[in-house]
């Protein structure tokens, strides 16, 4: 069973930086792609950000230029680097793996990220 564990959450001020860490449970090689999504409360959850097996990346145009996503094979780990955070930043972000081949999407449990003005 795939496990996916979300850490780095936190409260920060607007304008500031944040890091989210995802932890698979296996090698992160056996992804076609990984990526972060996110959820406010009464809003549909939205990807923000993805990266392929490859390192190609993409993002959300709502985080364009302040957001990055990284990986490291070695720790299993994708990143989500924050920048210039914003209130409406503020969700519970989520990451998941894809298995393209197999139809098959995991996710972790959530992280509450919460930026203040």
């Known amino acids: 069973q795939v496990q996916l564990v979300e850490s780095g959450g936190d409260l920060v001020q607007a304008g500031g930086s944040l890091r989210l860490s995802c932890a698979a449970s296996g090698s992160i090689f056996s992804f076609d792609a990984m990526g972060w999504s996110r959820q406010a409360p009464g809003k549909q959850r939205e990807s923000v950000a993805a990266?392929?097996?490859?390192?190609?990346?993409s993002y959300a145009d709502s985080v364009k230029g302040r957001f990055s996503i990284s990986r490291d094979n070695a720790k299993n780990t994708v990143y989500l680097q924050m920048a210039s955070l914003k209130p409406e930043d503020t969700a519970v972000y989520y990451c998941?793996?894809?298995?393209?081949?197999?139809?098959?999407?995991?996710w972790g449990q959530g992280i509450q990220v919460t930026v203040s003005s």
């Open positions: 998941n793996a894809v298995r393209a081949g197999l139809g098959m999407t995991y």
């Open positions: 990266i392929t097996s490859g390192g190609s990346t």
